[in-house]
């Protein structure tokens, strides 16, 4: 059995565990500590061990998931540094580097960091990771395993690569409730309703990406299959092409991945 612990309890962390609880190969003892003063009830709706401290979950976990929000990573290093010895520590905080958290552990211990999404809490996440060079083999295969029961699209990565799946796939999900945005206002600027908009884009969207991952083919040969000389979707493409939407998407992400550059400094 595989102890894992999740230091903070919040959004992201109860998606993991719904995942680690349902997925088929399931011999993970799933426990945590948050400072929620609701803590109690969340460890019972999830059925996890709730933990008195994250000094005694570090004493008792195999894998500590450091599931907090970036700016409070540094309390809580300091508070567990102590009892820390050899167990994997798996960060899914945005902007923050295994090279900082080593340095506020004062220790070079085996760090896991995981770049998830938003879709992670419908069972649709996908994300990057990276390993530490402390992290053994044997580790290496347990965090896969972890990683692979809540995103269904993984790739272990270098760490300078985080902040592009950071721009791409990270950000990416508010990029494209962004586009849906502009369909719903444009839909019903038309006079159709707001919800069956919503709907229609949603489905299009979901549709879409699973077109894209189940028949393999390049998204420019998906596209132009769709757009027919002379119709609906080419006048549509006509005015993306002349606005040069493109360009703009590209700048877009550009500096997306500036920004977690400088974050992670
Ligand atoms: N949401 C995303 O799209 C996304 C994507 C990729 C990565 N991430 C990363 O995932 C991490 C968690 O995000 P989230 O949205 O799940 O945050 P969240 O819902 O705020 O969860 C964090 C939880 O940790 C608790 N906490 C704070 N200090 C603590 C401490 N010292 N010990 C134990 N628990 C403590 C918080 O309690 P309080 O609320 O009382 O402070 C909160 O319940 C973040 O680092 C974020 O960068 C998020």
Same mark, same amino acid.
């Given at each position: 059995?595989?102890?894992?612990?999740?230091?903070?309890?919040?959004?992201?962390? +109860?998606?993991?565990? #719904?995942?680690? =609880?349902?997925?088929?190969?399931?011999? %993970?003892?799933?426990?945590?500590? *948050? $400072? @929620?003063?609701?803590?109690?009830?969340?460890?019972?709706?999830?059925?996890?061990?709730?933990?008195?401290?994250?000094?005694?979950?570090?004493?008792?976990?195999?894998?500590?998931?450091?599931?907090?929000?970036?700016?409070?990573?540094?309390?809580?290093?300091?508070?567990?540094?102590?009892?820390?010895?050899?167990?994997?520590?798996?960060?899914?905080?945005?902007?923050?580097?295994?090279?900082?958290?080593?340095?506020?552990?004062?220790?070079?211990?085996?760090?896991?960091?995981?770049?998830?999404?938003?879709?992670?809490?419908?069972?649709?996440?996908?994300?990057?990771?990276?390993?530490?060079?402390?992290?053994?083999?044997?580790?290496? +295969?347990?965090?896969? #395993?972890?990683? =692979?029961?809540?995103?269904?699209?993984? %790739?272990?990565?270098?760490?300078? *690569? $985080? @902040?592009?799946?950071?721009?791409?796939?990270?950000?990416?999900?508010?990029?494209?409730?962004?586009?849906?945005?502009?369909?719903?206002?444009?839909?019903?600027?038309?006079?159709?309703?707001?919800?069956?908009?919503?709907?229609?884009?949603?489905?299009?969207?979901?549709?879409?990406?699973?077109?894209?991952?189940?028949?393999?083919?390049?998204?420019?040969?998906?596209?132009?299959?769709?757009?027919?000389?002379?119709?609906?979707?080419?006048?549509?493409?006509?005015?993306?092409?002349?606005?040069?939407?493109?360009?703009?998407?590209?700048?877009?992400?550009?500096?997306?991945?500036?920004?977690?550059?400088?974050?992670?400094?």
């Amino acid at each position: 059995m595989i102890k894992i612990g999740f230091i903070g309890v919040g959004n992201m962390a +109860k998606a993991i565990i #719904k995942s680690l =609880k349902n997925s088929s190969n399931n011999n %993970f003892i799933i426990g945590g500590f *948050d $400072i @929620d003063k609701n803590f109690k009830n969340i460890c019972k709706n999830l059925k996890i061990k709730k933990y008195g401290s994250n000094s005694e979950l570090v004493k008792n976990s195999d894998a500590i998931f450091l599931s907090i929000k970036p700016q409070q990573i540094s309390d809580v290093l300091n508070e567990i540094r102590q009892v820390i010895k050899n167990q994997m520590l798996i960060s899914i905080a945005a902007g923050v580097s295994i090279r900082k958290i080593q340095k506020l552990l004062r220790k070079k211990i085996p760090v896991i960091r995981v770049m998830p999404n938003t879709p992670v809490l419908v069972g649709e996440g996908a994300c990057g990771y990276s390993f530490s060079k402390e992290v053994s083999t044997k580790q290496k +295969k347990i965090a896969e #395993k972890i990683i =692979k029961s809540f995103c269904k699209i993984y %790739f272990c990565v270098k760490e300078h *690569d $985080i @902040d592009v799946i950071t721009s791409l796939s990270g950000s990416g999900p508010a990029y494209f409730f962004y586009i849906i945005e502009a369909m719903i206002e444009q839909a019903k600027a038309f006079g159709f309703n707001e919800t069956k908009a919503k709907m229609l884009a949603a489905q299009t969207l979901t549709g879409t990406g699973k077109l894209l991952l189940t028949t393999g083919e390049e998204p420019s040969i998906l596209r132009q299959r769709v757009t027919s000389k002379g119709g609906t979707t080419e006048a549509a493409l006509e005015i993306f092409e002349k606005n040069r939407l493109k360009e703009i998407i590209k700048k877009g992400i550009s500096a997306a991945y500036k920004r977690a550059k400088e974050l992670g400094r």
